[in-house]
């Protein structure tokens, strides 16, 4: 039992996720940052980053709910081995 807790802990952990990111459409609104401590402000013109662009099934909602938040819809998320495009 204790060995299929730790597969399950472990296989939460593995980057299953990735952000795609339109910059350039960014209109600096910032309500991505607000929801998840993955996105910051760049203080040199305004507009969203990610620290990481690949990401596990524990940061999934906290990523999909600054993806929904965007006034613009310039993040997406993908599951990583099949492409499909969740938001």
Known sequence: MEKEHSEE?????????????????????AACAAVSKNWV???????????????????????????RSCPVNVIHIKRKDTGEKLI
């Open 41 to 67: 402000i760049s203080p040199e013109d305004g507009k969203a980053d990610y620290l990481e662009a690949e990401f596990s099934e524990a940061e999934l909602e906290e990523n999909m709910e600054a993806a």
């Open 9 to 29: 802990h472990s296989d939460k952990e593995k980057k299953k996720y990735v952000l795609e990111y339109d910059r350039e459409g960014c209109i600096g609104a």
